[in-house]
């Protein structure tokens, strides 16, 4: 699911980019593991405009959701465990080896997120939903409301971060994408629900009678 939702928002990216910029190489982008490396001496080509996932938070404000669903038209109750809420840093990154390139890249894509910074089901082209899904339907995002916001990091973060990619930095931007959940579809239990309550009770006396 982090890989459609994902897929999604480059779909989109590389739409936008093609619509308002034409189509030529400068601006292609794609998803890749940055630590992998650039050029000749990574496996990741230069020249492209990358979205990569760096860190995953718990949303811990949604944790204590309840464990049921209720169905009032069956008059069922689902039993199963909430979804986890999640939130990901996601970096941009404009790997082009002229630098003023770069930067112009880099811009086109923040302009983009300012201009669409929610992605849902009913906002986005619907190629953009299946172009490049995960084969596996279990794999793939049913609904979704994909969030984006600007974070803006402190240098020591920086430091930190270009530090575990390699040391080597390029122009970059961070967004945290919130707020995916994630759950299998799988029912733990189902039951009836309590639709009436029966007052009509007696108490048993010591001979035996009832009043």
């Given at each position: 699911?982090?890989?459609?939702?994902?897929?999604?928002?480059?779909?989109?990216?590389?739409?936008?980019?093609?619509?308002?910029?034409?189509?030529?190489?400068?601006?292609?982008?794609?998803?890749?593991?940055l630590a992998?490396?650039?050029?000749?001496?990574?496996?990741?080509?230069?020249?492209?405009?990358?979205?990569?996932?760096?860190?995953?938070?718990?949303?811990?404000?949604?944790?204590?959701?309840?464990?049921?669903?209720?169905?009032?038209?069956?008059?069922?109750?689902?039993?199963?465990?909430?979804?986890?809420?999640?939130?990901?840093?996601?970096?941009?990154?404009?790997?082009?080896?002229?630098?003023?390139?770069?930067?112009?890249?880099?811009?086109?894509?923040?302009?983009?997120f300012q201009?669409?910074?929610?992605?849902?089901?009913?906002?986005?082209?619907?190629?953009?939903?299946?172009?490049?899904?995960?084969?596996?339907?279990?794999?793939?995002?049913?609904?979704?409301?994909?969030?984006?916001?600007?974070?803006?990091?402190?240098?020591?973060?920086?430091n930190h971060?270009?530090?575990?990619?390699?040391?080597?930095?390029?122009?970059?931007?961070?967004?945290?994408?919130?707020?995916?959940?994630?759950?299998?579809?799988?029912?733990?239990?189902?039951?009836?629900?309590?639709?009436?309550?029966?007052?009509?009770?007696?108490?048993?006396?010591?001979?035996?009678?009832?009043?």
């Amino acid at each position: 699911m982090i890989s459609h939702a994902l897929t999604i928002v480059l779909n989109e990216l590389n739409r936008h980019l093609t619509d308002n910029y034409g189509a030529d190489a400068m601006n292609a982008g794609r998803l890749g593991n940055l630590a992998e490396g650039f050029g000749s001496g990574g496996i990741n080509p230069r020249d492209v405009l990358y979205l990569s996932l760096v860190n995953i938070k718990e949303e811990k404000t949604l944790k204590n959701l309840p464990h049921y669903t209720r169905n009032d038209m069956t008059l069922r109750a689902l039993y199963e465990n909430p979804p986890t809420f999640l939130n990901f840093q996601i970096l941009v990154v404009a790997s082009h080896s002229n630098y003023t390139n770069a930067l112009l890249m880099l811009s086109r894509a923040i302009r983009f997120f300012q201009a669409q910074n929610v992605f849902t089901q009913d906002t986005v082209d619907p190629a953009s939903i299946t172009a490049n899904a995960p084969g596996n339907a279990l794999d793939q995002l049913e609904s979704f409301k994909l969030i984006f916001d600007l974070y803006s990091p402190t240098m020591e973060e920086v430091n930190h971060l270009w530090g575990t990619l390699g040391g080597k930095q390029y122009p970059f931007v961070i967004y945290i994408l919130r707020m995916l959940d994630l759950r299998f579809r799988a029912v733990q239990s189902e039951s009836g629900l309590i639709t009436e309550i029966d007052h009509d009770f007696r108490h048993k006396t010591g001979t035996g009678d009832y009043l």
